[in-house]
Every structure is written in structure tokens, then in C-alpha cells.
């Protein structure tokens, strides 16, 4: 078995949609299924909207129980770009595995995002030049790794894969084209925390069942027909896209300034709020709920508060029509919405795109399809 530990929900949908392309029997959950007959397990958590002391406390917890089912592997998947307390989490982890050395890839060179001299370039600009300055968690504002990790110098050691490797310490990998990822994998060996984004993920893969797995060929698995959007997401091109659709006449309901400003959640805001969506469901067959930016400004309600309100909102709305797809974009957004709807067992079944991934839940009614939000929408899921 093959395990994974990630630090949000849709990294965690992100790797187990990966593990399709290879045939391999994949369960993601919320907490460790001991008596799982998966190749590929998920472990999601929400360890980076935590403080940094229950991050590691729930990264040492599943670890232990990871390491009692002795998987071949243990990745660490981390955000691409560094948000969270990755440091502290791989330093806890090493601490467990006893190994003396991480290695952390979180490069993607197939979504522009590369490392090169110390420097986190997206698109060919410095990372910090970009939407995610503005992420209301944790804003980034150099492009310098050692910054964005907020590392000691001496901790963390920058480095290209045809360099010398320190015996111990936190390496992380530079890497401008995806042969770059693949020359890390070949480097890796059991005494090396392994730890990264989707594209060494696929690089570990790819070295570790060479010749071994048929990639799968069925067909996608048939959407069904009523359908909720949760966007929680703070990037601007999908709110410029739900501003489109709302202006075409579209089924777009924002999140009521009531709501957003209430200190307690009222119930009847809630119920009136969750009736609009419901009827639009019911007369186009498919909804889109968000937040407008607008609503949010001059007001002292965090981002942690906005995305258990939107979570509230699907709870009712699924507890009052006949929803069968969920589809989520924002990893926070997709753990409060499962946690809220007792959600706690997945089985992915289609990968859409990179990182749009479609997945049975433990209830047998429901799907739910989750993207990270600064990820692209495929072609022809948002057909408004």
C-alpha cells in the first residue's frame, strides 16, 4: 500500500484522482481506515487552516497510525506553494519515521510553477506578483523559499537534483521542467521522508509501478442531475466568472450580507437563504453559491467564519432537495462542508482534470467533486 498524508481536502482529491490513471483501487478519508484494502490511501485533514500546534498535533496523529499499517511509502503532500506550516509538520514527522532527511518537491513545472536559483516563479513571475498575495491565510510576499517557508537560515537547504545532499535537514527540490521531477524520484530511497506537490507525486508513481499498472480505460461515470457549486475561493478569475454567469441571468446566489455580518447564525436567514438556492435548483437543475467580494469588505468576519457559514448553507440545502453532485472549489470550503454533512469516506472514480477530482461519499446519493482554488475548471463541468 501506498500512503498519503495532505494538508487540505482537495490535495488530498488532487493525489487520490492520480492514483486512477494508474488502475490502482484508491479511499480517501478523514481518518485512518486500518482495515482498508486500498493501494492508494488519502489521508485529507484541514492542518493548514490550523494554528501550527494542532497542525503538527494531527500530522503526528496520522503518521503514527500510518506507519502501524507499514505502507511503502508515506508522501507528504504539501500546497504547491508553500502555505502552511510545512517545516514544522515535516520536522514532526521526521521525528516519528526517524529518518534524518526530508526531501520537499513542490514544484509543478505543468502548472508554471517552478523553482529555480532560491526562487518560486508561477508562470515565469515571481509567486509573490500573483493572485496568491492576497490568500486571506497566509499571503505570500517574496518569492524567496527560504522566506515563504519562513526558515531559519541553516534549516532548509535549497537544492538542484544533480547537486550534493546534506545527510540530514529539509531539502527542498529546484525544478523548471517535469524531467527534473523525475530525476528527484530516482534519487529517493526508504530512509528519506518523501514530501511534495501533484507532480512528484506522479514522478514517485511513475518509479515506483514502472511496468506494473495498465492505466485505466472506462468511461467517465455519468453525472447526475441536480447540482450545487460552492465556490469559496478567493481567486479572481472564478469570481469574474460567477459575476458573468449572475449578469447572464444565471443561477447564482450570493451569500446574504446578514448572514455575512451576524455574529450567530440565525436560523431563519439560513432557512430563507437555503429556499432561493433550492428553488433554483429545482428550475435549472444546478445552482452556484459564493461570496461577493463586496459583502465582505468593512467587516470583521474571518475567512475561517465565511467558509462554515457557506458549509451551513449546503447542510440545509441538502437536507431540503434532491442535490446529487456537489462540486467545491477551495480546500477550506470543502472541509467545512464535509465535516458539517458528516461526510467521512470517499472513492474517486473519475479524474476530470489536474486536480478536479469527482468522488463517491459514504453516502450513496451523493458525489462531490473538488478542485483546488487556483486551479483551472475543465471544459464543459461549468455549463452555465
Not at 254 to 281: F, Q
Request: glycine content about 8%; some cysteine; aromatic content about 8%.
Amino acid at each position: 500500500m501506498i500512503a498519503v498524508i495532505a494538508d487540505d481536502f482537495t490535495g488530498a482529491a488532487e493525489l487520490a484522482g492520480i492514483g486512477l490513471r494508474y488502475n490502482l483501487t484508491v479511499e480517501l478519508g478523514t481518518e485512518v481506515n486500518t482495515a482498508t484494502n486500498a493501494d492508494l490511501f488519502v489521508i485529507a485533514t484541514d492542518a493548514r487552516s490550523l494554528p501550527e500546534v494542532e497542525a503538527v498535533a494531527v500530522m503526528q496523529k496520522h503518521t503514527r497510525e500510518l506507519l502501524a499499517l507499514q505502507p511503502a511509502m508515506i508522501f507528504k503532500k504539501t500546497d504547491s506553494v508553500l502555505r502552511g506550516h510545512v517545516l514544522a509538520e515535516i520536522q514532526a514527522q521526521l521525528s516519528l519515521t526517524g529518518f534524518k532527511k526530508a526531501v520537499l518537491v513542490a514544484a509543478n513545472p505543468a502548472l508554471g510553477r517552478t523553482i529555480e536559483n532560491g526562487q518560486y516563479y508561477l508562470h515565469g513571475k515571481p509567486v509573490h506578483e500573483s493572485s496568491f498575495a492576497h490568500d486571506p491565510d497566509f499571503a505570500i510576499s517574496s518569492s524567496v523559499i527560504l522566506d515563504m517557508l519562513r526558515s531559519r537560515e541553516g534549516s532548509v537547504y535549497v537544492k538542484r537534483f544533480d547537486e550534493t545532499l546534506p545527510d540530514a535537514g529539509i531539502i527542498v527540490g529546484e525544478a523548471t521542467q517535469t524531467a527534473d521531477l523525475q530525476a528527484w524520484a530516482t534519487r529517493m530511497d526508504n530512509t528519506t521522508l518523501i514530501a511534495g506537490a501533484a507532480g512528484f507525486f506522479t514522478a514517485m508513481l511513475d518509479k515506483m509501478l514502472a511496468g506494473k499498472r495498465p492505466a485505466k480505460s472506462e468511461p467517465p461515470a455519468e453525472r447526475l442531475p441536480f447540482s450545487l457549486f460552492v465556490c469559496g475561493t478567493t481567486f479572481s478569475q472564478s469570481r469574474n466568472t460567477i459575476k458573468q454567469i449572475k449578469a447572464a441571468g444565471g443561477p447564482v446566489c450570493y451569500m446574504p450580507d446578514e448572514i455575512i455580518r451576524s455574529v450567530h447564525n440565525g436560523t431563519y436567514s439560513y432557512v430563507k437563504w437555503a429556499n432561493e438556492v433550492v428553488a433554483l435548483v429545482k428550475y435549472h437543475g444546478k445552482a452556484i453559491v459564493a461570496i461577493h467580494e463586496d459583502s465582505t469588505r468593512d467587516t470583521a468576519v474571518g475567512a475561517g467564519q465565511l467558509k462554515e457559514k457557506m458549509a451551513g448553507l449546503v447542510n440545509e440545502v441538502l437536507q431540503r432537495s434532491m442535490v446529487q453532485e456537489l462540486i467545491v472549489e477551495g480546500g477550506a470550503t470543502a472541509w467545512a462542508l464535509i465535516n458539517q454533512s458528516n461526510l467521512t469516506r470517499f472513492y474517486p472514480v473519475e479524474e476530470m482534470a489536474p486536480g478536479v477530482v469527482r468522488m463517491q461519499t459514504n453516502d450513496p446519493n451523493l458525489f462531490i467533486t473538488v478542485k483546488p482554488g487556483s486551479y483551472q475548471w475543465p471544459d464543459g463541468l461549468w455549463d452555465f
